[in-house]
């Protein structure tokens, strides 16, 4: 069954990067990501930018047109970004923006908001959201408004599970991701998840697990499999991610 990683990163030190609360990723560039995951049957994925990388897209840009067409980008980019930015990273493959209150965000919520909302009516991005239980609960109610919301790493905490929930019955993506970031059982709350709403759930690696107590190993994804039918898995693991980051490789 292909795979499409939903969130991963590519740390390259030829590129800027700028240390977040003290902390300073190694080298992770294309050919290290696709060397790790050479055995996993992944076909396209999702380069999503790190607080470490702030609002830089030289990598993003390099990194997508390495990997190809079955590929996309993640951004981080200022309020002030203009429009004609916004169209040109769409023209390099970039899918959505992303806002990570954990590390750092200091945006208001208006003006993330203001950011969601014309990048997904000018390209239909949608917003990702990296963000504790508190952060989640105090947002829910922005979030619940926006067009196209995910959330990374099933909300990080068992705290955020009612928020998580009640973002999927309203039609928010989530991403199974960073299983050694989080404090509880990822596969329980993924078959609630599952159950509300099955094109909800996008399956990623969190390479290389930036931070992470916890580093990515192949065993999380066999854990998935062994949890679900296939035709979950299928959703989870491909269709449900090509459909929300509509990769450019047209062969899809």
């Known amino acids: 069954m292909k795979i499409f990683d939903a969130h991963f990163h590519i740390i390259d030190q030829n590129f800027p990067l700028t240390p ?4 300073l990723p190694e080298h992770f560039d ?4 696709l060397s790790a995951v050479s055995k996993l049957n992944v076909a396209g994925g999702a380069v999503v930018s790190g607080s470490f990388q702030g609002f830089d897209q030289s990598y993003l840009r390099h990194a997508l047109e390495e990997l190809g067409p079955a590929y996309v980008g993640v951004a981080q980019v200022p309020l002030s970004v203009s429009d004609e ?3 040109d990273l769409d023209q390099c493959g970039v899918r959505a923006v992303r ?3 954990k590390r750092g965000c200091v945006d208001s919520l208006l003006d993330i908001a203001s950011l969601a909302s ?3 009516k000018m390209l239909g991005w949608h917003s990702e959201f990296y963000v504790d239980a508190a952060s989640l609960e105090e947002i ?3 979030l619940l408004e926006l067009p196209a919301v995910v959330i990374d790493h099933l909300g990080l905490e068992s705290g955020a599970r009612a928020a998580l929930l009640k973002l999927v019955e309203h039609g928010a993506h989530v991403k199974a991701t960073g299983f050694g970031r989080l404090d509880f059982d990822p596969v329980a709350l993924m078959h609630e998840i599952n159950a509300i709403n099955p094109a909800s759930l ?4 969190d390479l290389p697990s930036t931070r992470a107590p916890v580093p990515f190993s192949p065993h999380d994804l066999r854990r998935v499999q062994d949890s679900f039918d296939a035709d979950a898995l ?3 693991l491909w269709q449900n991610a090509v459909e929300l980051y509509r990769p450019r490789n047209v062969d899809y």
């Open 140 to 142: 829910s109610d922005t």
């Open 20 to 23: 977040n609360q003290g902390y």
């Open 99 to 101: 806002f990570n209150l």
């Open 85 to 87: 930015e916004l169209m």
């Open 118 to 120: 014309r990048a997904y």
């Open 30 to 33: 294309s050919r290290d990501y």
């Open 202 to 205: 996008v399956f990623g690696s």
């Open 234 to 236: 299928q959703r989870m």
